[in-house]
């Protein structure tokens, strides 16, 4: 016969063997999924595929200038009205589950519109359709965070995005790779790709249905709490943060506006490689870093930004831009630093937020993060009017004030 204290012993020990098994498991659904996602995502991506599909397709000029705007903001402005009715879900899985599968559908659609249209109606289709993707991908933001939080234990989930993002960069190499060599000059194998990613998000969602998820509290409240934005100053400068680095994202196109004597496709094709290629070699290192301090690598990757962004400038300046090694060069450095934010403002966000109120958090940032894109790439595309070189500058300052600004944010990965 056992004694008691050995039973319970026993008792407690068989618990934690079984939450870290139903947390492996778990963590390998997570980066399984998120990589077939990030594939589809760079497979479809609207600055490359689908603005050179629209111009293959004769949509006005018009037209496809929308396509990024529309994805960007679709994706983040809908969160916060979204974030209520996922807090008020048990399980939260759904919802991406629901999101991933929108997007499979909206990409079938861009295959269909593809095969069928062509000119205005083309444009406008696919308008519709990224539209669709945009506000799907957004039910996807902002449930992920939290069911991240829930499944995935404090100081290993940078590790669970980062590997996911390293793993899905080398299909989106070899795709890249494919479009600079020129075999995409036909429309038909974009469409294939564009098929392809719509069979990965839903492939995706179908993995994802089955997260071992435990259920939250029950909650009749659908609404979005704005507390945070009044009473956290810490969320409030992580907002400001996070928004002043938002010009990683915006100014790489003006990096290969530098190089001069390239094709727009073969432009962002380059674009496509250095970004894959910095994925790869930076997602885990830099998800890891994040696990120790997700602060730290918030200022070390402003600083990286704003030195490669003032690099571009001072080759261009210099006349060293015209070597064709240069630029692209420079461009794998500072996109490398972009996914260092990537990694770094996600794992922060999961981190500092309360359990139980981790999709507010989320909402309330992406949504805020909306605005100031749109503010950000405006003023961008102010400075754009006196030239790449005015645009880098005034973003590599933006990036210097974001990654010292983050100095002030807490440490959240102690404890």
Known sequence: ????????????????????????????????????????????????????????????????????????????????????????????????????????????????????????????????????????????????????????????????????????????????????????????????????????????????????????????????????LKEDSQFRLFIAVRGLLTVTALAPPYFVLLGGGQSALQGLGALLLASAAAAFAGSYVWGRLSDQSSRRVLFLSGLLAAGFATLAVLAELGGWAETLWVIPGILFFFMLSYQGVRSARSVYLVDMSPEDARSSYAALANTAIGVLLLITGAFGGLLALAGPVVALTGFAVLSLIGGVLALRLDEVETG
């Open 1 to 228: 016969m056992n004694h008691p204290v050995t039973e319970a012993y026993e008792d407690i020990t068989g618990a934690d063997e079984a939450v870290r098994d139903r947390e492996a498991r778990n963590g390998v659904r997570h980066m399984v999924s998120l990589s077939m996602t990030k594939v589809a995502d760079g497979l479809i991506d609207p600055k490359l595929v689908l603005s050179w599909l629209a111009g293959a397709l004769g949509a006005p000029a018009a037209l496809v200038g929308l396509l990024v705007p529309i994805r960007e903001a679709g994706a983040l402005l809908p969160q916060i009205l979204l974030a209520g009715w996922v807090q008020s879900r048990t399980r939260r899985k759904w919802i991406w589950v629901i999101g991933s599968a929108g997007q499979g559908a909206a990409a079938l659609a861009i295959v269909a519109i593809a095969l069928t249209m062509d000119g205005l109606a083309a444009g406008l289709a696919l308008c519709g359709a990224l539209a669709v993707l945009a506000v799907s991908r957004a039910a996807c933001s902002v449930s992920f965070k939290d069911i991240l939080g829930k499944t995935v234990q404090k100081t290993r989930r940078g590790a669970v995005t980062g590997i996911a993002g390293s793993t899905a960069s080398i299909a989106v190499l070899i795709f890249a790779g494919l479009l600079l060599s020129g075999l995409l000059r036909d429309v038909t194998p974009v469409i294939v790709a564009i098929a392809l990613a719509a069979g990965l998000w839903v492939a995706a969602a179908t993995l994802f249905s089955t997260l071992e998820e435990q259920p939250s509290d029950d909650t009749t409240n659908t609404t979005v709490d704005l507390t945070p």
